[in-house]
Structure formats: structure tokens, C-alpha cells
């Protein structure tokens, strides 16, 4: 049994109903790859809670070991980019929805979905990041490929408590934009202003049914939420001004017109952190070792072990989770 390690299982039986288990698999049981990893450490992000609670469709092949991304150590590999003892880290690329992901000790992926972990990160801190946080990372950079720099205004982050908006607020913070974050946790405004937010707004001001065109108030936004909420803050961006849309944690609709687009100018800026290219991902993943407050990272991060992945999935969903949780898988 020494050769045996543990993951987490989920399946469907003929009715479709979802089941969650703990399992041991052995290395000939993990899917196809030319590089067999160590799961050093992993987190437990939103699409990971609604794969395991069954909320949405998310997985694509039963069954299948959940966790989008992971950070570990190669432990074999016939891919020409890496060897044994390689630190590595992947994000998303369909894993933990169509390829066995990282809540098992052991992967067995693609090279080409991995790249190198940065030396300025431990495992666990690069999984404090995770996909939300290197999402985060890459909705900044739209922003400012857009031309949105500090001087252009205030910029508002939606779902400021979850992961990706508490590491886009840290963020933006650095580098020295003015930050307002819808909330529905007034409660949480004093955490969320220590990561460097300026004004707190409810989120009950963006969720509902609102105007086609309302007052310009955000240079930008980093919008996770989707649905109304993303409809109303297209609404309310100034003049030439642009949103980074990665999430759709309030739905996948968008019931909104073409009046902020073609009056105001403002774009909509798609970013996909799954299918990424290589070049992008490292520069993101360079930029948070530049940009990113390692303290601030700390304050907004729990350590959770492999055992308590299932529960922690489950809070995610019902809103329980502030900022990152990483499962050390030691």
C-alpha cells in the first residue's frame, strides 16, 4: 500500500446523482501525461466548490479527481521543458473538469499546461495566489493594456471578499490606484479598506435590474459577478473607460444594452484564465511576484489539509469563504 495515495473522487451513478469520496489510487490510475507531479499544495476556489457540491455542470468526464490548479514538484517527466525536482505550478487547461486534477497527491498532466513557480513563492504561497489570484493578475494587466492607469480614477472591484477580488484590491493597491469594493459583507469593510480599498459600496446597489445609462462614477472595474451587477457597472464606467469580466458568480446572463458602448465608449474586456497562452501566464505570474504584498496575501489566506477540502467547498458556495484558502497536501 506504501505506493497507494489519496484523492478525492467524484462520480455519477445512472440517475445522475453526484457523489463525493475519498479515495486511494496508485500512479497507473491518473490520466495520460508527460509529467508526473508531487501535489505539494493546492486551493479551493469557487468553480472547485461548484464541482464538488454539483451546484453546475462544471466536470465534463466521470469520473474525476476535482482541483484546478496545483503546486508541486516533478517527480518524472519525458517533456523537454522539465525534469525531476522541477517546481511547478499549473492553472486550470480543463484540469479537475476533464483531466484528473489536484486534490490527489499526485497528478500526472501535460508540460506544456505547467510552468515554473516562481522563486519568490514557497508552494504555499503560490496557492494562496492560485487561479483566483493569478486571475486577478491578469485582469489588472487588461486594465492597463486598455490604458487605464492610476491617474484615470477610481477603479471598482466586485466580490471584494472572494479570492479574486481581495488579491485585485491588494493588487491595485500597490500600484497605486484609487479602489472602491462592492460587498455584500458590510461587516468585512475594515479587512477589505486594510487591503486598500477607499470606498466600500453594498453590492445591493449593482445586483437588481437597473438603468441602460447611469452616472459615470469608475475609471475601470474587475468584475467577477456577472449578470445585473456586471450590467451595472457597464452602466456607470466614465467616458473611454473599460471593465475586466472574469466571473459569473450571480449568473451567466448579461441583461444590458449597447448604450455605455457605443455613448460612452466603454469595452468589455473577456478574461479567460483556463486556455491562457504560456507567454501570458508567466508574465502574470511574474508580475505577482513584483506587485503583489506578500503581507497583505497573508492576512486574506487560511490553511486548511486535505481533509477538510469537501468542507471548505462547500463554504465557498454559501459565501462562508474571506479571500484564499490553501490545502497543504503534505
Known sequence: M?????????????????????????????????????????????????????????????????????????????????????????????????????????????????????????????????????????????????????????????????????????????????????TGRPDEAEFLKSLGANEIIDRNELSEKGRPLGKERWAGAIDAIGSHTLANVLAQIKYGGGVAACGLAQGFDLPATVMPFILRGVALLGVDSVMAPKTRREE?????????DMSKLDAISTTIGFDDIIGAAHDIIDGKIRGRVVVDMK
Not at 93 to 101: L, Q, S
Not at 120 to 136: D, E, K, N, R, V
Not at 284 to 292: N, V
Open 2 to 182: 506504501s505506493n497507494m495515495f489519496k484523492a478525492i473522487m467524484i462520480s455519477q451513478d445512472e440517475e445522475k446523482k453526484q457523489s463525493v469520496d475519498v479515495v486511494l489510487l496508485k500512479e497507473d490510475d491518473l490520466m495520460e501525461g508527460d509529467v508526473t507531479v508531487e501535489v505539494q499544495a493546492t486551493t479551493v476556489n469557487y468553480k472547485d466548490g461548484i464541482a464538488i457540491t454539483g451546484k453546475s455542470p462544471v466536470i465534463r468526464c466521470w469520473p474525476m479527481v476535482p482541483g484546478v490548479d496545483f503546486a508541486g514538484c516533478v517527480l518524472s517527466s519525458s517533456h523537454k521543458d522539465f525534469v525531476e525536482g522541477d517546481n511547478v505550478i499549473l492553472n486550470g487547461w480543463g484540469v479537475g473538469e476533464v483531466h484528473f486534477g489536484a486534490y490527489s497527491q499526485k497528478a500526472r498532466v501535460s508540460g506544456d499546461w505547467l510552468i515554473k513557480r516562481p522563486k519568490a513563492f514557497s508552494p504555499q504561497q503560490a496557492m494562496s495566489i492560485g487561479t483566483a489570484g493569478y486571475t486577478a493578475m491578469l485582469c489588472v494587466m487588461a486594465l492597463e493594456r486598455y490604458g487605464i492607469t492610476p491617474d484615470k480614477g477610481q477603479i471598482l472591484v466586485t466580490g471584494a471578499n472572494g479570492g479574486v477580488g481581495s488579491v485585485a484590491i491588494a493588487l491595485l493597491s500597490k500600484l497605486g490606484y484609487d479602489i472602491a469594493a462592492s
Open 284 to 292: 502574470a505570474w511574474a508580475r505577482l511576484a513584483q506587485d503583489l
